[in-house]
């Protein structure tokens, strides 16, 4: 399975990016699917998850200003970023798995996000 990150890039504080990710080279539906991210020097850590049902999970940081959601297309996911924060910025990840019972995960290449005026 791969996964393929777009639509970072660079935008002032307040601004909104969205990112997209699309899982090719799976014969499954991949049920969880979310976004972690990663500053230099830092851990990564969850950001937003997507469970098909529609559950999804939320890092409090991002909360009230985040959304990921699912594509028509199986095995896509967003993330609309909205009033977005210098704190935001960092490396972000697309992460899938096929189903909350399983730990084999999947990641994307990663893409920059930089909020900065």
């Known amino acids: 399975v791969q996964l393929q990150a777009s639509g970072g890039g660079l935008m002032q504080p307040g601004g909104s990016l969205r990112l997209s990710c699309v899982a090719s080279g799976s014969v499954f539906r991949l049920d969880v699917m979310g976004w972690y991210r990663q500053e230099a020097g830092k851990q990564r850590e969850l950001v937003a998850t997507h469970i098909i049902g529609g559950t999804t999970n939320y890092a409090d940081s991002v909360k009230g200003r985040f959304a990921v959601s699912r594509g028509n297309v199986e095995n896509t996911v967003y993330l609309q970023m909205s009033s977005l924060k210098p704190e935001d910025s960092a490396v972000y990840y697309c992460?899938?798995?096929?189903?909350?019972?399983?730990?084999?995960?999947?990641w994307g290449q990663g893409a920059l996000v930089t909020v900065s005026s």
């Open positions: 992460n899938a798995r096929a189903s909350i019972f399983t730990s084999t995960e999947y």
